[in-house]
């Protein structure tokens, strides 16, 4: 039966391709147009076509709300290349099958290849029962017995169940809340249903971007992308693929299973070879369709070349950055096989944590301090600018605080004087700064710096690779070593030279080629030759994302000191007290009892917060900490305009000023308000005596959140992360009492991994909206 393009399309399970089709009715331009904008435009009654693939070809963005002071929004093209970070809103249109959401939405082995659903009703399954509304990860799609079936997984109590469930079941599947941040490309590729438009909410914009903006000015909202797809497919006798836009006025048939497709080009990706079983190779291929900007010789990959593709394989790159202080960075991929070599440059460290983390046993880290430091104990050491110390190791001692004995840790080191050495001891909480000292005038390999040496590390290049005709390596300033990254690769070479073989990315390097044959014969040993690779922007930190985020967790920050006494004034609920409280290190916080002026976005707390429940003491010590630092920030003019001149007004006795414009003010909303909202929403916050507002200015409502919901939508990372350090607090056990002080079975380590994540991420968030930091 003949359907339109657009109709067949529409039908088309992507799981079947390829299919050939016939043209049933045909379509002429006058003049014999053949090909217009990229896209065919001519197809003749009788035509026949194999399609091989179906692309979004662009994407329509319409805005959803109504902009105030600006008309009735037309939908635009959103560019491919758009910097932006966007939330996904959930489907609200049910799924009535499992074939259906096979069908519609891309399930892959990637990372971003694993939606989520749940089902209005209770599933009973032969040793499971998946309950109404939770949440089921659909990972594969699979044959198993004869039957393709989606594997499935649930979690409970931390421990995944997998089952599968067959195409045919049926119910009212819906989408479960994402609460993941991705670019347009991966919504692109991954997140946007066949034959459904996906409503995102655009969260952050890069200011690096140098096309115009195509938002309204402040936008922030929730988008409507609705996909335009082109057909990809080959014809015969032709060598090359070709697009067809669905929306051309043919008519066509499947006659797949009466066509033999072997007539046509057998044309498959570099995602596909790499899909290939290991038996299958090695392959000769010819080129069809050549990367855009790859880094190997022109000759070799070009359309027409025949090339071998000996095998398939993992290999080890490392991750560096360029060390300099202006924008762009530009960041490389270097194989471990890279034959220059390297001196090591000083490493820089903002905390004694750092001197902890980065501390070798081949040799005592020799650092100079660029910051002094006074401590809080006289059992700990002081620092002045200058002074120099040689680090050791870590270890706990003990301070008189109010007469009783409290444990530290501190970084045992040896300060340098000039004829003598001097024990030092500093707590890894202290925030300053140490610039290494090297001694090392040693030359290494690349693979001699990842075996002796922690990652990050710092180095220049002093020989270059003498086998590669341009080491771009060589004319950069500096570089920091950071992570070891695993990749997927292709061995290739030219069929005419098959013993000199390169390393092609899979991910980064998008090439077709037709399959010619097997290659029976044996090629012999190889000569590999590896290139370093240079990212871009994107690239690097989507690798950083994933690797920092799956394989390489942050580590422990460091801990606050335990007391400092500090005077401060505090205005709270109209009058006027004064409080003897611990001084933090330098942190971002707002002090939520203080009421702001009221055309500024604060909070207008009418009585300070209070929380009756049996976490007490650990909500005081958050509130007291808060103000205390927040306190410390308004008496310094932080929270000032950024030219230091306050012009906002000032409140009767207030002892300063805080000013919508502030940097230090915007991102310490984000960091105060965002703990507080998961304070709530945990549980670990109740029973609030009072009533406490956010106070919103109309022309800044976009840049900040008001309420749980709307923090929650907005940023969900950053709020899942302070709630899940809140929820780790309620889920303490009580162990003792020590004096009228409970005493709880707290790992300090996840406790303060959870507050250091919570605490950068909302940082993150407001970083990206203010400058003047």
């Known amino acids: 039966m003949a359907l339109s393009l657009e109709e067949f399309i529409h039908s088309l399970d992507l799981r079947t391709l390829p299919r050939v089709l016939e043209i049933q009715s045909g379509i002429y331009f006058e003049g014999s147009i053949y090909e217009m904008f990229g896209n065919e435009c001519c197809l003749s009654t009788g035509e026949v076509?194999?399609?091989?693939?179906?692309?979004?070809?662009?994407?329509?963005?319409?805005?959803?709300?109504?902009?105030?002071?600006?008309?009735?929004?037309?939908?635009?093209?959103?560019?491919?290349?758009?910097?932006?970070?966007?939330?996904?809103?959930?489907?609200?249109?049910?799924?009535?099958?499992?074939?259906?959401?096979?069908?519609?939405?891309?399930?892959?082995?990637?990372?971003?290849?694993?939606?989520?659903?749940?089902?209005?009703?209770?599933?009973?399954?032969q040793n499971l029962i998946i309950k109404q509304g939770e949440q089921i990860m659909l990972n594969s799609v699979e044959e198993i017995d004869g039957e393709i079936r989606v594997n499935c997984g649930v979690v409970r109590n931390h421990q995944n169940h997998s089952f599968t469930l067959p195409l045919s079941q049926e119910g009212e599947f819906y989408e479960c809340?994402?609460?993941?941040?991705?670019?347009?490309?991966?919504?692109?590729?991954?997140?946007?249903?066949?034959?459904?438009?996906?409503?995102?909410?655009?969260?952050?914009?890069?200011?690096?971007?140098?096309?115009?903006?195509?938002?309204?000015?402040?936008?922030?909202?929730?988008?409507?992308?609705?996909?335009?797809?082109?057909?990809?497919?080959?014809?015969?006798?032709?060598?090359?693929?070709?697009?067809?836009?669905?929306?051309?006025?043919?008519?066509?048939?499947?006659?797949?299973?009466?066509y033999d497709a072997n007539w046509f080009l057998q044309l498959v990706s570099t995602e596909d070879l790499f899909e290939m079983t290991s038996k299958e190779f090695p392959i000769v291929a010819e080129v069809i369709e050549a990367p855009q900007g790859s880094q190997l010789p022109r000759n070799i990959l070009q359309p027409g070349k025949t090339i071998v593709v000996h095998k398939k394989f993992q290999a080890s790159?490392?991750?560096?950055?360029?060390?300099?202080?202006?924008?762009?960075?530009?960041?490389?991929?270097?194989?471990?096989?890279?034959?220059?070599?390297?001196?090591?440059?000083?490493?820089?460290?903002?905390?004694?944590?750092?001197?902890?983390?980065?501390?070798?046993?081949?040799?005592?880290?020799?650092?100079?301090?660029?910051?002094?430091?006074?401590?809080?104990?006289?059992e700990l050491s002081s620092v002045s600018v200058g002074d120099q110390f040689l680090v050791h190791h870590s270890e706990t001692t003990e301070v008189l605080y109010e007469g009783i004995k409290k444990v530290v840790n501190v970084l045992a080191c040896e300060k340098i004087l000039k004829k003598s050495y001097e024990p030092a001891l500093l707590p890894l909480y202290m925030e300053g700064g140490f610039v290494e000292v090297i001694h090392d005038k040693k030359q290494y390999q690349i693979s001699e710096l990842c075996k002796q040496f922690r990652l990050p590390f710092n180095v220049k290049v002093s020989v270059r690779d003498l086998s590669i005709e341009e080491d771009i390596l060589a004319a950069t300033p500096g570089l920091q070593l950071e992570e070891d990254i695993t990749d997927s690769y292709l061995l290739i070479s030219d069929f005419a030279n098959p013993r000199e073989c390169w390393e092609i990315p899979v991910g980064r390097l998008n090439m077709t080629v037709q399959l010619v044959s097997n290659l029976s014969r044996d090629t012999g040993s190889f000569l590999v030759r590896t290139l370093v690779e240079e990212i871009t922007e994107e690239q690097y930190y989507m690798m950083r994302r994933y690797e920092s985020s799956v394989s390489h967790p942050p580590p422990r920050p460091p801990k606050h000191p335990l007391v400092e006494d500090t005077k401060l004034t505090l205005l709270t609920s109209g009058e006027e007290r004064t409080v003897d409280l611990p001084k933090s290190p330098k942190s971002h916080h707002v002090d939520i009892s203080k009421k702001l002026h009221s055309n500024q976005a604060g909070l207008d707390s009418k009585v300070p917060v209070g929380c009756q429940n049996n976490l007490a003491d650990d909500s005081e010590r958050i509130n007291r900490g808060a103000s205390a630092v927040a306190g410390t920030d308004v008496t310094t003019d932080r929270f000032a305009e950024p030219s230091n001149?306050?012009?906002?007004?000032?409140?009767?006795?207030?002892?300063?000023?805080?000013?919508?414009?502030?940097?230090?003010?915007?991102?310490?909303?984000?960091?105060?308000?965002?703990?507080?909202?998961?304070?709530?929403?945990?549980?670990?916050?109740?029973?609030?005596?009072?009533?406490?507002?956010?106070?919103?200015?109309?022309?800044?409502?976009?840049?900040?959140?008001?309420?749980?919901?709307?923090?929650?939508?907005?940023?969900?990372?950053?709020?899942?992360?302070?709630?899940?350090?809140?929820?780790?607090?309620?889920?303490?056990?009580?162990?003792?009492?020590?004096?009228?002080?409970?005493?709880?079975?707290?790992?300090?380590?996840?406790?303060?991994?959870?507050?250091?994540?919570?605490?950068?991420?909302?940082?993150?968030?407001?970083?990206?909206?203010?400058?003047?930091?």
């Open 49 to 125: 076509i194999k399609i091989t693939g179906l692309k979004i070809k662009k994407i329509i963005a319409e805005i959803c709300e109504r902009i105030e002071g600006c008309g009735s929004p037309q939908p635009f093209e959103l560019p491919m290349s758009f910097p932006g970070l966007f939330k996904i809103v959930a489907d609200k249109t049910p799924y009535l099958t499992m074939e259906e959401i096979t069908r519609t939405i891309h399930i892959g082995t990637s990372r971003l290849g694993h939606p989520c659903f749940y089902h209005q009703k209770d599933i009973k399954l």
């Open 177 to 258: 809340e994402d609460e993941h941040i991705y670019t347009l490309k991966e919504i692109v590729e991954w997140k946007i249903p066949k034959n459904r438009t996906r409503t995102v909410k655009l969260t952050d914009f890069s200011n690096k971007w140098d096309s115009t903006n195509p938002f309204p000015k402040d936008f922030c909202g929730t988008l409507i992308l609705k996909p335009v797809y082109e057909i990809q497919g080959v014809m015969k006798f032709r060598k090359d693929i070709v697009r067809i836009l669905p929306s051309l006025d043919v008519e066509v048939k499947d006659i797949t299973d009466s």
């Open 317 to 378: 790159r490392i991750l560096a950055s360029e060390i300099r202080s202006n924008f762009p960075k530009r960041h490389f991929l270097i194989p471990t096989s890279y034959k220059g070599k390297f001196k090591r440059r000083p490493r820089e460290f903002p905390t004694a944590y750092d001197l902890e983390i980065a501390k070798s046993e081949q040799e005592p880290l020799h650092v100079v301090a660029t910051k002094a430091f006074h401590p809080p104990h006289d």
């Open 645 to 773: 001149t306050s012009v906002c007004a000032y409140e009767a006795g207030a002892p300063g000023c805080i000013s919508i414009n502030s940097g230090w003010a915007g991102i310490n909303f984000y960091v105060i308000v965002l703990y507080f909202f998961a304070a709530i929403d945990s549980g670990i916050l109740s029973n609030v005596p009072h009533e406490i507002e956010l106070l919103p200015r109309e022309e800044y409502r976009s840049n900040f959140c008001y309420s749980i919901e709307e923090c929650c939508a907005s940023y969900p990372q950053a709020m899942y992360a302070a709630k899940r350090f809140y929820q780790y607090l309620q889920s303490r056990k009580q162990v003792s009492i020590v004096g009228d002080s409970p005493v709880y079975d707290t790992d300090q380590d996840t406790a303060i991994l959870y507050m250091w994540v919570a605490h950068q991420a909302a940082i993150d968030v407001g970083k990206s909206k203010f400058t003047d930091m």
